[in-house]
């Protein structure tokens, strides 16, 4: 055996078009509390954000599924509500009940946050780029590392709401009421994430994913997916490719159903859509170009089940993308409840069923 280089790195071999068997694998919240070792380190560094700005911390936790299972990409152990965070918002976590923030109401709250250019938005978030550098330093050559960060909608929605709500309610009801001031949130949105998806590359990312969780609960109005989702996406990874040309960018709409699903890649210049679980794989293979590059669909509650239904779910989404480009995930992130064995099943299955 040669020497395993960078352009070795399965899940970049992917994005670029390649169909890979078996494909290479990793999940959604990989680093997080169903694993024991997640939890002893959690519990020395304190809040969940002291883990996120601590490189040291951030590279061991997300060093740990990496060790124990040997996945194909790591993904930077940080959150997207950091950039709020950044722009001067208050964030924090409740244990056991999520993140809250100090709600931007109206004009005042949206004044008072910091403007692109800023130079204290990325004094901030310099930790966060640090732990890319020595988390790629740490991982084996082999393993493709994502950076990422929350699409504008869903990291906006947070930031009006001020924690996570089914219904989106007040980030709706603030677009009926001020449809310019969520505007103006989200192309802030965009114009400082682009640059900081651009600094996570050049830390030492090998390719992105924007997480756009509430793709499925957007504003009244007509082709609101591609006016309040898809577009600034858009303009983002234009943004990113303009500084780092054929940047590898991964966009998983959450909710937007198989419709949405097909729309990705031709309306935002993805490299790759991200499969929730609730979007028939196989159909939605069938509707995209065989070129197309998938990632996903395990249903995270399939992976707490496990035995069989776990087997036949795996089975399924290999059969779905035989001979394609894909990247196998979860539709979701795990939940804390997950059996480590169950993961440990899913990749043997995967491993030796391909
Ligand atoms: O995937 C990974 O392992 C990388 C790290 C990562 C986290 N959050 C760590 C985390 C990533 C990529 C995220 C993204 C994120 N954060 C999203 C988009 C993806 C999704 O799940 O839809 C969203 C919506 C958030 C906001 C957020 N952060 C919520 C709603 C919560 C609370 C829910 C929960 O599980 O407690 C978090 C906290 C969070 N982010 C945890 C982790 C490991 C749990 C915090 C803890 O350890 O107490």
Request: hydrophobic share 45%.
């Amino acid at each position: 055996m040669g020497e395993v280089r960078a352009q070795d790195r399965k899940v970049l071999r992917v994005l670029s078009g390649e169909a890979i068997s078996p494909p290479p694998a990793w999940m959604m919240r990989q680093a997080g509390r169903y694993l024991p070792e997640y939890r002893a380190t959690r519990a020395e560094a304190g809040s969940f954000l002291d883990l996120c700005y601590n490189p040291a911390f951030a590279t061991e936790v997300t060093l740990q599924p990496i060790r124990r299972f040997g996945f194909e990409a790591s993904i930077l152990f940080s959150d997207i509500l950091v950039i709020p965070h950044a722009l001067g918002q208050g964030v924090r976590f409740v244990e056991g009940e999520g993140p809250r923030l100090d709600a931007l109401e109206g004009r005042p709250e949206f004044d008072r946050l910091r403007d692109v250019g800023d130079a204290a938005i990325f004094s901030h978030l310099a930790p966060v780029l640090e732990a890319v550098t020595s988390i790629r330093a740490a991982l084996p050559q082999e393993t493709t590392l994502l950076g990422f960060c929350g699409a504008p909608w869903t990291v906006a929605s947070y930031m009006i709401g001020g924690r996570g709500t089914p219904d989106l309610a007040p980030a709706r009801a603030l677009a009926a009421s001020d449809v310019e001031l969520v505007e103006a949130l989200i192309d802030r949105l965009v114009r400082v994430q682009t640059e900081y998806l651009i600094r996570q590359f050049r830390a030492g990312a090998d390719a992105v994913q924007i997480f756009e969780s509430h793709a499925g609960v957007l504003p009244e109005g007509e082709d609101a997916l591609s006016r309040w989702s898809l577009q600034p996406i858009a303009k983002m990874i234009a943004g990113v490719r303009a500084e780092v040309p054929d940047a590898k960018i991964i966009v998983f709409c959450r909710g937007s159903g198989l419709d949405g699903h097909a729309r990705v890649v031709p309306e935002t210049g993805a490299s790759a859509v991200g499969v929730d679980w609730g979007v028939d794989l196989k159909a939605l293979r069938a509707r995209v170009p065989t070129t197309t590059v998938t990632q996903g669909n395990l249903h995270p509650e399939t992976l707490i089940a496990g035995g069989a239904a776990l087997d036949a779910e795996v089975d399924g989404i290999l059969a779905a993308t035989k001979g394609l480009p894909h990247i196998f995930n979860l539709g979701h992130g795990i939940t804390p409840q997950t059996p480590v064995a169950h993961v440990e099943r899913m990749l043997a299955r995967l491993r030796e069923g391909a």
